[in-house]
Every structure is written in structure tokens, then in C-alpha cells.
């Protein structure tokens, strides 16, 4: 909106309250008398209860986490400036002739967009979109074991929402070419799925997935989804529409480095975030990708507060981190291989590249013709994802992925990677199996050729079993490594990355609100 529309909005609002019986600004005409004298003090009081009491019920609304002044603009709430609002009550103080307070700028600010700022706080949700023809509630959808949605037909100021979505929404929609071009490089029915359901978190509010006091579903995810192929291969596309279905004010790019960075420029940088669903970095470079402050990397993942700051401000917390998506090209050796960053990563492989006769440079431009349909295949994974209580499925490309990047830099980690093996108990009462160190450096050095890798030495066996913490005691005949996870006939049997089924069992389930040709 402009200044002068935004200006002209908040006046007549104001005005149109003036004239209820609920006020009474003619009583204020006219001298106070003197400044200090009981009848200016008696008029001083009344008249700010006054302005107080319209602040209160004036439509102007203040959004804390982004620090500005939001006003309903027919459809959606739209941010405004401080000054705006000064100016539209100055233009009221001038309308009722109230000379006295007409050019105190300190009072309008403390007792009339200060009561704003306190009271007339805006919560904008998630699970509320706008669109062309009127406002879609998932409220309800969010809900355990409710899957139902609302459309409203039109809009209000009741609606808490800040991006309008140009386009329709119609429930019946469908979105053949985007089905066919998924299908294309993306073949494989799980890692779709995947995709569908990381997109469907952008559609629920993201509180509901961690509070249990309120009757929802109490499980955290912590995933941050990297997208792995070499080009030509559609990951543009899919970015594109994203930003096309979400809104490019609600997707922001930020890469690793400025992501993660401690520096004054990486919190400002950080101040990207609030308020986003996503943050997609659309072209990473793999050589940065978890070098290093990989303990950000995971707070931000988890969805716990991380400072930032927008110039002119003091540095504050981000509560509402948005869910991470990142483009590479390959996915190089990150330094932190420990669980807790290796579990956070779940990889999408897009193997198949489209030859240049058949790339259309187009296609995503093409696509808004079914942006309606496209949302409801979006809806459709936010389904899928309550059901499943946040369980994303395992994929036999997420774990190659990851293997064959721990091959190339440190055979040890890939090996107990491929096998499952772990340091600490999945579950309570499991027990761990005892190997000795001369046996499983046995196996590792048949993985190691059924790989065509280099065997790493004993030296760094132990250095990287040591650094995985896994538990080393010493008995008569040698020492031993407490194992989860492998028996001892699962750890003789052979794997080669390249060629093997590496997926889990979870990922043939079947799924309940995913179409068959999704």
C-alpha cells in the first residue's frame, strides 16, 4: 500500500470510531488552561484514557517478532511505519480541534502507538493461507487425528495472515504436468514422498509438533533436506515452484557460512529468517556444507533460538526458525560425523539427467497454471507427515548418498555407516555384541576391498571409533569394542555401496494420503 492510502486507511478507521457513543473528543475542544492547573491535569487524564481506549480498538496491529506495525489491507496484513500512524492521528487531533495535544509527537507515541505495540498484538499462523478467492483454516487439520480443512470464501481482519497467495485455491485441482515432470527425475516413488512431506511442514504451524500440552502430536523434526545432483537434472524447477507456492518472502536463501556465522553480518544475514518457512539454499557449495560450526548447524535444525539482528536493533532470538533445504551438487565430507549431524541429514539423489534436447527452460514458468494443484499435492504430504507422527521414510538414496561421501575421506566411518552400526542402545533392554578389535578389523578390511577403497590403518580405526565414542574394554585375550546395531553374522555379510539395496524396511509402507501416481 502506499503512504498515502495507508495514512487515509488508518484515518478513517479512527474516525469511524469517533463517531459511536462509545467517544467523546468534543469535550476536549478548547483551552485547558494554564499547564500545571487542576484543570489541564483533569483534562490530561480523561483525554489519555481517551486515546488509550482508541488505540485499543484500532485495527492497527503489532507483529513483536518482526519489530513492525501491521494494517489489514481488505485481504491480508500488510506492514506499515511507525510514522504513518503518528501522522493519521495528528490528521484526527486536527479533525476535532484539540490544539492542546495537536503537535505533541511524544504523547501520540507513548500513549496512542505504544498501546498498540503492547496490546494489539498480531499472530499470524501458518496454517492459514490466503489466496484469490478467500482464506484456507487448517486449524483444525492440525489437530490429532483431524485432517479436515475449512475454505472460507472472502476475507478478515480476524485472519492473522501476512502473505497473500496469487493464485486460487480449489480443492479438485490437479497438477499432471508437475506429476510427470516428478516422476522424470525423481523415479523413485519414496524420495517423492519425501519431498512432498518436507514441503507439507510449510502448511503446519510449526508449534504444533512439539507441544504436548495442547493435545498435539509431541514429535520434533529435526531434518534438514539436501538435494543432491550434479545439474539438468530439475532441482531449479522444483525450487522455483516453491517459491512460487509459498511466496518468495516466506522462502529465504541464506547458504551454510552466513547461516551458521557468529559475525556481526551473519546475524544480520540471520534476521532473513524471521518469519520464513523455509530457508532453501538453491546453489550450495558442497565445499562449505558442514566444514565447520556444525553445533549452529544443528540448532538451527532442531528449531532451538539463535540469535540475530537487523541493523539499528540489539540482538534479540529467533524462536520460530524456518525448516532448512539445501542444493548441492555433490555432498562433500562434513567434519562432524557424529550421529547427532549425520541424523539430521535427509538426502534426495537426482540421478537422472535430462539431455538438452528435452530440457524445458520454461517449465517452471509454465507450472503456475497449476499452482492450485500443486498446493494440494503439497496438502496432501502435510497429511501424510501427521499421520506418520513426523517419520519421514528411509530411502536407499538418502544412506548411498551419505556412504559414499564417508568412502572418499574416511572408509571406517562409511563402513560403520553401511552396517548399521552404532555406540550407545536403540532401545531400552537392547544389548550390544562384543567384537574384538582384531575381528572387526577383519571385516572392515573386506569392506574395504569389496569397495576398492584404501584399508585405513588400526591407528585410525581406533581414532574414529573413539571419536564415535564407542565403548573399548580390555579382557584376557585383547581388547574389545562394545557394538549396537550388527550381529555377528550381519557384519560378515558383504556390502558394495554401488550395487546393493541399502534402503530400510520402512521404506516399502504403504501410505494412506498419498495418491498412487504422486
Given amino acids: 500500500m502506499s503512504d498515502d492510502k495507508v495514512i487515509e486507511g488508518i484515518f478513517a478507521d479512527l474516525l469511524r470510531m469517533l463517531n459511536t457513543t462509545d467517544f467523546n473528543f468534543e469535550r476536549f475542544k478548547g483551552s485547558w488552561g494554564r499547564k500545571f492547573s487542576d484543570e489541564y491535569q483533569g483534562r490530561f487524564i480523561d483525554f489519555t484514557s481517551e486515546v488509550e481506549k482508541l488505540a485499543k480498538m484500532c485495527r492497527v496491529k503489532y507483529y513483536k517478532e518482526s519489530g513492525e506495525f501491521y494494517m ?27 490544539v492542546s495535544m495537536m503537535l505533541n509527537k511524544t504523547f501520540i507515541k507513548t500513549h496512542f502507538t505504544n498501546v498498540i505495540r503492547y496490546y494489539n498484538m498480531l499472530v499470524p499462523r501458518k496454517d492459514l493461507v490466503a489466496f484469490t478467492n478467500g482464506v484456507l483454516d487448517l486449524k483444525e487439520f492440525n489437530v490429532k487425528h483431524k485432517y479436515n480443512v475449512i475454505f472460507h470464501e472472502g476475507f478478515s481482519p480476524d485472519y492473522h495472515v501476512t502473505y497473500y497467495h496469487p493464485y486460487p485455491y480449489e480443492a ?15 523415479p523413485d516413488k519414496d524420495s517423492r514422498v519425501i519431498l512432498q512431506m518436507f514441503l507439507g511442514l510449510g502448511l503446519i504451524q510449526r ?29 531449479s524447477v522444483i525450487y522455483q515452484t516453491a517459491v512460487g507456492i509459498f511466496g518468495p518472502n516466506r522462502i529465504s536463501g541464506l547458504d551454510y557460512d552466513d547461516l551458521t556465522g557468529s559475525s556481526f553480518d551473519s546475524m544480520s544475514s540471520r534476521a532473513m529468517l ?25 540448532r538451527i535444525v532442531s528449531g532451538e533460538p539463535v540469535l540475530d539482528r537487523k541493523i539499528g536493533e540489539n540482538t534479540r532470538q529467533n524462536v520460530h526458525m524456518p525448516y532448512l533445504v539445501f542444493n548441492l551438487n555433490e555432498l562433500e565430507f562434513p567434519e562432524d560425523q557424529s550421529l547427532g549431524f549425520v541424523r539430521r541429514l535427509q538426502c534426495i539423489s537426482f540421478n537422472v539427467v535430462i539431455p538438452p534436447d528435452k530440457q524445458n527452460k520454461s517449465l517452471a514458468f509454465e507450472l503456475k497454471s497449476e499452482y492450485p494443484g500443486i498446493f494440494n499435492w503439497i496438502l496432501r ?16 538414496g538418502n544412506r548411498r548418498q551419505i ?41 572392515l578390511e573386506q569392506f574395504c576391498l569389496d569397495n576398492d577403497v584404501s584399508v585405513p590403518s ?48 520402512l521404506a516399502s509402507e504403504a501410505y494412506f494420503y498419498i495418491k498412487d501416481d504422486d
Fill in 274 to 298: 524471521r518469519d520464513a518457512l523455509f530457508n532453501w539454499s538453491s546453489d550450495s557449495n558442497p565445499k562449505e556444507f558442514g566444514r565447520k560450526r556444525t553445533g549452529m548447524f544443528k
Fill in 172 to 186: 479438485d485441482s490437479k497438477c499432471p504436468r508437475w506429476m510427470a515432470f516428478l516422476h522424470e527425475v525423481l
Fill in 458 to 505: 588400526k591407528q585410525k580405526f581406533g581414532h574414529t571409533f573413539s571419536k564415535m565414542r564407542f565403548c573399548k574394554v580390555r579382557r584376557n585375550d585383547g581388547y574389545y569394542y562394545k557394538v549396537y546395531g550388527v550381529s555377528p553374522s550381519e557384519i560378515k555379510k558383504h556390502i558394495i555401496v554401488q550395487q546393493d539395496d541399502l534402503s530400510s524396511s
Fill in 207 to 235: 508449534s504444533t509438533v512439539y507441544d504436548e500440552c495442547e493435545g498435539h502430536d509431541a514429535a520434533k523434526v529435526e531434518l534438514c533436506l539436501i538435494l543432491i545432483g550434479a545439474g539438468a537434472n530439475g532441482k
Fill in 381 to 396: 504430504g502435510a497429511k501424510e507427515l501427521r499421520r506418520k507422527k513426523f517419520v519421514f521414510p528411509a530411502t536407499e
Fill in 72 to 98: 489489514f489491507d481488505g485481504r491480508i496484513y500488510v506492514p506499515i511505519r511507525e510514522e504513518l500512524i503518528v501522522r493519521a492521528f495528528e490528521m484526527i487531533l486536527m479533525r476535532v480541534r484539540i
Fill in 403 to 443: 556412504i559414499l561421501s564417508q568412502l572418499e575421506h574416511n572408509a571406517v566411518l562409511a563402513w560403520v555407516t553401511a552396517y548399521r552400526m552404532r555406540s550407545e542402545r536403540g532401545i531400552n533392554g537392547e544389548q550390544p555384541v562384543e567384537f574384538s578389535t582384531s575381528d572387526l578389523m577383519k571385516y
